[in-house]
């Protein structure tokens, strides 16, 4: 319910603004799976390191048309905090500034709805440096694939446990390669591959039905 009103409020504020375009409803076919790899996992101090996005047009991953931004070395990160997620000192000496890196984020995902492997977490990530900068959070719809894996288990009568429903075990159970893990874009992949399969199980449930 807040957010909802924080998201009608936002709407007002920027209607007519630069972005006001992000507020309006989609009507094409895209998704837009995203990741960000951080500093940490605690969405009130952590910083995001690197950010992705690849889009998702009917039953294709549109590997082409994806954003990897690596952002410029947050102070907290160092040594083998660098080494956890793949990269480089140099990767993040020469990486974009944050505010470029949103901006551009922006226009990549446009208004259309996002997946997310935890959503919630790259959301809060993303919103939290957003607000500051530009006076509002995402206004996208949004699909958790984790949760998607977690309903579909539980419309076919098998009880979820907690410690099965984890990002490489899910690929594994879903025969989904693992793209580049702990990569923002090889994430990102691979969570819309995730999408992909379950929506092609959930089809091929209804039409048996």
Known sequence: MLR????????RRHANGEYGWLFHPYTGDELVAIDC?????????????????VKV?????????????????PASLTGDSIRVHGLRGIDLDDGECLDEALAKLLDFIGNRPLLGWHLDFDLAILNRQLRPRFGFE??????????????QLRRSAMEPDPATIRFDTVAQVLDVPVMGRHTALGDAVTTALMYLKLERGAMQARREA
């Open 4 to 11: 909802a009103l924080r998201r009608a409020k936002d709407r």
């Open 57 to 73: 047009r009917g039953d294709r991953v549109l590997a082409s048309e994806s954003l990897d931004l690596r952002l410029r070395r």
């Open 37 to 53: 790899e951080t500093t940490g996992v605690d969405t009130r101090t952590a910083e995001p390191v690197s950010i992705a996005a």
């Open 138 to 151: 995402l206004p996208n719809s949004g699909i958790d694939v984790a949760q998607l894996y977690h309903r």
